[in-house]
């Protein structure tokens, strides 16, 4: 019994780890998921490189994306903005994706893909 409960304690002490978000600091502050993109303008500056598109928009209850003649005609478009951030020597660089205005997640790689 004394094993079992040694091992509920050790999985519930590793779940918070599992929930953690990226952030990204910067001279101004500390980035995160939820935050705005006036938010990161004012804490890291204007970003090295950004670009915008429109996501895949989906079937309702599926894994299948609606074909581009509809999904442009039917359905809203879904802008998605990914900013990269050259964080200096030694440093991977960042790229901050936003949905609508607000931060989703912050990826760190040596190049963009």
């Not at 003649?69 to 478009?77: M, T």
């Amino acid at each position: 019994m004394k094993p079992l409960k040694l091992a509920c304690i050790a999985v519930l002490a590793g779940l918070p780890c599992l929930a953690s978000a990226e952030s990204l600091r910067c001279a101004g502050g500390l980035v995160s998921e939820g935050d705005s993109r006036l938010s990161v303008i004012y804490k890291c500056g204007q970003p090295l490189l950004s670009d915008t598109y429109c996501a895949a928009v989906y079937y309702p209850g599926s894994l299948t994306p609606i074909p581009e003649p509809f999904a442009s005609a039917f359905v809203p478009c879904q802008q998605i903005e990914e900013w990269l951030y050259e964080r200096g020597p030694g440093n991977m660089m960042a790229t901050v994706y936003l949905r609508s205005g607000v931060v989703q997640s912050i990826a760190y790689g040596r190049q963009p893909r």
